[in-house]
Every structure is written in C-alpha cells, then in structure tokens.
C-alpha cells in the first residue's frame, strides 16, 4: 500500500511538473484586426456595397424632404395672398396643406426610422462573412504554429504588449492577400 502511495505521488508530481513546462512554454502571439480587416478584397467590396445601399436610402429620404418642402413653400406662397375676399376657399386649402405636411413629415420619420433599422441589419449581412473568415484565419494560423493564446492589439482591451509574435503576415498569407512592401 505504501508503494503504491509512493508511486501515485511520484506520478502525480511529475504530471503537475509537466504541466507547469507546458504552460511555461505557451506561445503568445498579436494580430490588429484593423490592419487584417483593411487588407482584406472582400472588405473593400464590402465597404462598396454598404456604401451603395446607404446612399439609396439616403436619396429617398432626400426626394420625400424635396417633396415636403414643396409643399411648404406652397403654403407660404398660398398664405401671403390670404385676404378677407379669398378667406374661405383659401383655408380649406391652407388647412388641406398643413395636414398633407403633417402627413409627409410622419411618413419621413417613420422612413428614417426604417432606414436606420435596415442599415443595421444590411451593415451585419455584410460584414459577418468577412469577420468570420479572419477570424477562420487568424485561429487555423495560430492552430499550425502552436500558439495558445492570440491577442488582438486592435482592441481596447489590450493595453501593453511587449514580444510575442505578430501572426499579421501569416494570417494575411493564408487568406491569400500578397503583403506588398509599402
């Protein structure tokens, strides 16, 4: 019984021996994911397309905001010219006017509110697939060359970093992007 206590001791610490080797050998490397992101096509294309769909959504709300102050403007014109002689026909028309601008200006807010809605959801569609593949990238990388831990220097979180190694280029090599010498 003692033997046996004796060897599971002995196993027991050369485990925690290894362990502690292995930790003290884990590899540390960095990567700004702003700087991946930037080289990345697919980013660019991106950029492009969210881009596209912004301005329409922007030029729609420009045409209905054309489109309101017409109508203002045709109220101002109408209302200069309101004198007793004309007093009934013209405020029927000035009333019919102030609820048609009424009317616009709550369809453009509820347009801008659906913009901004759609944006998001179109910003996410977008983006994901480009995130995702750097980050397939950046853990396939940091898998092949041993690295345990993967910082992003990126990121407010990080607030010193000395050493370790910038997985940028290697990332970047195997998203097939050639890193030109600037």
Request: without cysteine; proline residues 2%.
């Amino acid at each position: 019984k003692m033997k046996n206590l004796l060897k599971i001791g002995v196993v027991a610490i050369g485990m925690f021996l290894a362990v502690g080797t292995a930790n003290a050998q884990q590899k540390f490397g960095h990567i700004n994911s702003a700087d991946l992101l930037q080289a990345m096509p697919e980013m660019k294309t991106a950029d492009a397309t969210f881009q596209t769909f912004a301005k329409a959504k922007q030029t729609s709300l420009e045409l209905m905001d054309a489109e309101r102050q017409k109508l203002v403007t045709s109220y101002e014109e109408k209302y200069k010219t309101l004198s007793e002689a004309n007093r009934a026909t013209l405020e029927k028309e000035l009333t019919t006017l102030v609820a048609s601008i009424q009317d616009l200006e709550k369809r453009i807010t509820d347009a801008q509110a659906k913009a901004q809605e759609e944006l998001t959801t179109k910003r996410t569609e977008i983006y994901q697939p480009v995130f995702k593949k750097a980050e397939d990238a950046v853990k396939a990388v940091a898998k092949e060359k041993g690295f345990a831990y993967v910082f992003d220097v990126s990121q407010p979180g990080v607030v010193y970093f000395d050493g370790g190694t910038d997985l940028i280029n290697d990332v970047k090599t195997k998203l097939g992007i050639t890193t030109a010498a600037k």
